[in-house]
T-cell receptor, first 110, second 113 residues
Framework: DVKVTQSSRYLVKRTGEKVFLECVQDMDHENMFWYRQDPGLGLRLIYFSYDVKMKEKGDIPEGYSVSREKKERFSLILESASTNQTSMYLC?????????FGSGTRLTVV | GENVEQHPSTLSVQEGDSAVIKCTYSDSASNYFPWYKQELGKRPQLIIDIRSNVGEKKDQRIAVTLNKTAKHFSLHITETQPEDSAVYFCAASRAGGGNKLTFGTGTQLKVEL
């Protein structure tokens, strides 16, 4: 089974902090994605990457950046955390079509 | 870009009844339509998917139908059981472009005893 691991299950950060969310997959997948999940809004795409050092903006990239230095690792960066970024963050990877998701990181910004 | 609408947002059925969740999409170039199930506190998991060259696909008690002309697809669960209670998400993507999925807003299915 493909494993997608997110480094933290829960995080509490202060407004203005720089926050790093890490995601690692172990199956050599080319495509990796970051979504945020909010009640009533479903899963919204923040950024995705289809190759090392490549990144593409999703539907809601504002306030976020990403880094993909190695194929297996895709990091989401909140440059200056704000309370409206409190959410569940889900990382996913895929080879051709269906995603495998990580367990998610519930981030609270206070 | 793609827009996926999903209905209903909540669905309550009696055990043994059928449940149907419907989605519409806007991008006629979309050709891949997966469904994910997310149990409380867990990650979304792929339960079934369909490609645009097929009109229907079935896997035991679940089935998905696709109407390309109308741009809508549906999830059908028969003989529902309490363990089917979860949030279900539909999604759509087109080939290429990193295979990014656009998700619907989810349906909370509750199967009552």
């Amino acid at each position: 089974d493909v494993k997608v691991t997110q480094s933290s299950r829960y995080l509490v950060k202060r407004t203005g902090e720089k926050v790093f969310l890490e995601c690692v997959q172990d199956m050599d997948h080319e495509n990796m994605f970051w979504y945020r999940q909010d009640p009533g809004l479903g899963l919204r795409l923040i950024y995705f990457s289809y190759d090392v050092k490549m990144k593409e903006k999703g539907d809601i990239p504002e306030g976020y950046s990403v880094s993909r230095e190695k194929k297996e690792r895709f990091s989401l960066i909140l440059e200056s955390a704000s309370t409206n970024q409190t959410s569940m963050y889900l990382c996913a990877s895929s080879l051709e079509s269906g995603y495998t998701f990580g367990s998610g990181t519930r981030l609270t910004v206070v | 870009g793609e827009n996926v609408e999903q209905h209903p947002s909540t669905l309550s059925v009696q055990e043994g009844d059928s449940a149907v969740i419907k989605c519409t999409y806007s991008d006629s170039a979309s050709n891949y339509f997966p469904w994910y199930k997310q149990e409380l506190g867990k990650r979304p998991q792929l339960i079934i998917d369909i490609r645009s060259n097929v009109g229907e696909k079935k896997d035991q008690r679940i089935a998905v139908t696709l109407n390309k002309t109308a741009k809508h697809f549906s999830l059908h669960i028969t003989e529902t059981q309490p363990e089917d209670s979860a949030v279900y998400f539909c999604a759509a993507s087109r080939a290429g472009g990193g295979n990014k999925l656009t998700f619907g807003t989810g349906t909370q299915l509750k199967v009552e005893l």
